[in-house]
């Protein structure tokens, strides 16, 4: 019955691609058409072959299927799809490309205009209808398909609440992670997964019901109960001790026809980020952790931080040449202060500031954050304090790569020496750069504020990183301006 069920969602799934594939295809022929003028193909073999709609149907399902969008992952979030089929779309629209060239397709040849002028786009002359039409199947492919998933998974999660669609599974482990476990599948409704049952980690046991969940027996009835109650599947929660009864507990359930998912006895504190399981040679090897910006996000990320720093020092150039000269008449010495921060890897770098304070050295010398009225800050230091504008040097920090635009603020070495042991976790900061604005500073938690509510939004964004999320600090950070209560 789940194979029926896993097959009729491929089905589903796949003819609902392909017919957005489809569309996309076409409507890059229509745009194409008319932004050039161009006659429609007469015949509908021509207007297949002109779409392309041979080459990208194909290519773009079996990108789908090989990026793994074609597996029944109840708890994959919508946004994370729709970012894999992003990807899978570039890639399969690369694909087609390569695959015109191969065989020598016409598709590529540029098409001249004549004596008609070339249409220009956002100002721009446009001389090649074939590069326009793949630049045009590039956006429109990602751009079909995402939004009929979306639109698919939002109509099967509001069906999957209503109790349609379900997946019955059972818990073996009555303990604390058993009951987390069955009370966490029972709180995502949208999953559609309903927990039938429990089965106790013991060999017997005395409890009828646990977590609001019925308790079917224990390990001595484990055989009977999967025969007498098939599930879909089965949750191994079992507290960490039983870590050398569970060889033998997978070999029993070898005998059984259901999916089995282990649920590692590890406490999400000791998780804070996401771990990702590989195989070498047969080998599994599961990564504890890591940092969320290795391969191709770091990457994206660094883009980000060069185009918008580079932005935002243009844009700010005449306040910081304004400061400059401010701080400079305000008290004696230098405009910028310097001093040792720690960034990624704990990595030590030189942190580019305007200086607030009458003496540097001072300043430099105590190794804690700045009170409150410290008699120390200058006229003008205590607005650029308030207003945070003291941080533009940040920006040449940036473009350097020693910090990124959004991250954790950095943090003396003296200070992490002193937090390290007193704070599980903190040290998990350094697995991304430090940044001028965080999911922190944004709440509100920066300066005189909860250390221990900073460092959790700080492993927040650590576990939840992307692209779009640095995209959305940025914009929050705009939105609420640069004052704050909490900076002195």
Not at 184 to 210: D, P, Q
Not at 249 to 262: P, T
């Amino acid at each position: 019955m789940l194979k029926q069920r896993h097959q009729l969602f491929v089905t589903l799934f796949a003819g609902a691609d392909a017919a957005a594939i489809g569309v996309a295809s076409v409507t890059a022929l229509l745009l194409r058409e008319w932004f050039f003028t161009e006659p429609l193909p007469a015949s509908l073999t021509g207007l297949v072959r002109a779409s392309l709609i041979a080459l990208s149907i194909p290519v773009t399902l079996a990108t789908l299927a090989a990026c793994g969008l074609y597996k029944p992952r109840r708890d994959r979030s919508v946004w994370g799809e729709l970012w894999m089929v992003l990807r899978a779309g570039l890639i399969s629209v690369g694909t087609v490309v390569v695959a015109l060239w191969a065989i020598g397709s016409e598709q590529l040849a540029p098409v001249g205009l004549g004596s008609n002028p070339s249409p220009e786009l956002f100002g721009v002359p446009v001389t090649d209808p074939a590069r326009f039409q793949l630049g045009l199947l590039a956006a429109l492919i990602p751009l079909a398909v995402g939004s009929q998933r979306a639109a698919l998974r939002l109509l099967l999660r509001g069906l999957r609440r209503r109790g349609w669609n379900m997946r019955h599974v059972a818990v073996l482990g009555t303990g604390r992670l058993g009951q987390i476990t069955a009370q966490t599948l029972s709180r995502n409704a949208w999953t559609g997964i309903r927990v039938a049952y429990l089965v106790s980690h013991h060999r017997a046991t005395r409890h009828a019901e646990r977590a609001g969940v019925p308790v079917r027996g224990g390990l001595d009835d484990l055989d009977r109960i999967l025969e007498e109650h098939p599930v879909d599947a089965l949750y191994v929660a079992v507290p960490g001790s039983m870590g050398s009864e569970m060889g033998g507990l997978l070999r029993r359930l070898e005998r059984h026809a259901i999916d089995v998912r282990i649920v590692p006895d590890v406490q999400p504190r000791y998780l804070p980020v996401n771990m990702a399981v590989s195989e070498l040679e047969g080998m599994p090897i599961l990564s504890y952790r890591e940092s969320p910006l290795a391969g191709v996000g770091g990457v994206f990320k660094r883009c980000t931080d060069i185009a918008g720093g580079s932005v935002a020092l243009v844009v700010f150039s005449p306040v910081m040449l304004l400061i400059a000269l401010l701080v400079r008449l305000d008290s004696p010495g230098p405009v910028i202060f310097r001093q040792t921060r720690v960034s990624l890897g704990g990595e030590v770098f030189q942190i580019f500031k305007f200086r607030t304070m009458r003496s540097v050295g001072q300043e430099q010398a105590e190794p804690g954050w700045t009170e409150r009225g410290d008699r120390r800050i200058t006229k003008i230091g205590g607005v650029l304090r308030r207003t945070s504008l003291d941080e533009l040097p940040q920006l040449f920090n940036v473009l350097r790569g020693e910090m990124a635009l959004v991250g954790p603020r950095p943090e003396r070495p003296e200070l992490i020496d002193r937090f390290r042991e007193d704070w599980r976790g903190y040290m998990l900061r350094q697995h991304v750069k430090a940044g001028m604005t965080g999911w922190a500073q944004v709440h509100g938690y920066r300066g005189d504020s909860s250390l221990r509510k900073r460092l959790q939004y700080d492993l927040f964004y650590i576990r939840n990183w992307s692209l779009w999320l640095d995209l959305r600090i940025l914009a929050l950070t705009v939105i609420r301006g640069f004052v704050h209560k909490n900076a002195i």
